[in-house]
T-cell receptor, first 113, second 113 residues
Framework: GDSVTQMEGPVTLSEEAFLTINCTYT??????LFWYVQYPGEGLQLLLK?????DKGSNKGFEATYRKETTSFHLEKGSVQVSDSAVYFC????????????FGTGTLLAVQP | SQTIHQWPATLVQPVGSPLSLECTVE??????LYWYRQAAGRGLQLLFY??????ISSEVPQNLSASRPQDRQFILSSKKLLLSDSGFYLC????????????FGPGTRLLVL
């Protein structure tokens, strides 16, 4: 079945460092891909999404490009801030009858001042 | 604009007690609704989804049930809680359509003792 694999954390960076969180997927068909962010004690917020190959999603300085040839959707940010500390989830939508989301296990990012 | 509410925010319940978690959505009609569970240190797992009033689909066999008595109300229940039911429960909604995004509520943290 469909699945999402993302790099295990925690990822610890200094402020203004470059961030990459890897995400790869396995899916039949052409899923939509998402990054969600979960701040401590809160629910999930949509960070960005891409719905077809070569699309780039971007928001708040974060970017991810839908790479069909490598089945990847890596999250990047050029300069992280302390306020970016959170858990980041990569997910795909199966576009079937349920349109359910299949999540990776999440990556904890800790940014130190 | 659309908003999603969940309550209670936190709940501590003894083993064997009943459970009722509520989720309501405002600002949209006939949404698809979802219940996810996030166990400690793990990703999110879809428990139930609903495409309309009274229509519930279960993704995994478990000690829980769901109901949708009104268009924008989704309830998660249990007759007798188990220790393994502890976790963070998230409700989500989306409009129907192939490329629509799921939006999450703030979550309910359940601890079963």
């Amino acid at each position: 079945g469909d699945s999402v694999t993302q790099m295990e954390g925690p990822v610890t960076l200094s402020e203004e460092a470059f961030l990459t969180i890897n995400c790869t997927y396995t899916a039949t068909g052409y899923p939509s891909l998402f990054w969600y962010v979960q701040y401590p004690g809160e629910g999930l917020q949509l960070l960005l999404k891409a719905t077809k190959a070569d699309d780039k999603g971007s928001n708040k300085g974060f970017e991810a490009t839908y790479r069909k040839e490598t089945t990847s959707f890596h999250l990047e940010k050029g300069s992280v801030q302390v306020s970016d500390s959170a858990v980041y989830f990569c997910a795909l939508s199966d576009r079937g009858a349920t349109n359910k989301l299949i999540f990776g296990t999440g990556t904890l990012l800790a940014v130190q001042p | 604009s659309q908003t999603i509410h969940q309550w209670p925010a936190t709940l501590v319940q003894p083993v064997g007690s009943p459970l009722s978690l509520e989720c309501t959505v405002e600002g949209t009609s006939n949404p698809n609704l979802y219940w996810y569970r996030q166990a400690a240190g793990r990703g999110l797992q879809l428990l139930f989804y609903s495409v309309g009033i009274g229509q519930i689909s279960s993704e995994v066999p478990q000690n829980l049930s769901a109901s949708r008595p009104q268009d924008r109300q989704f309830i998660l229940s249990s007759k007798k809680l188990l220790l393994s039911d502890s976790g963070f429960y998230l409700c989500a909604w989306r409009n129907s359509g192939a490329k629509e995004t799921q939006y999450f509520g703030p979550g309910t943290r359940l601890l079963v003792l």
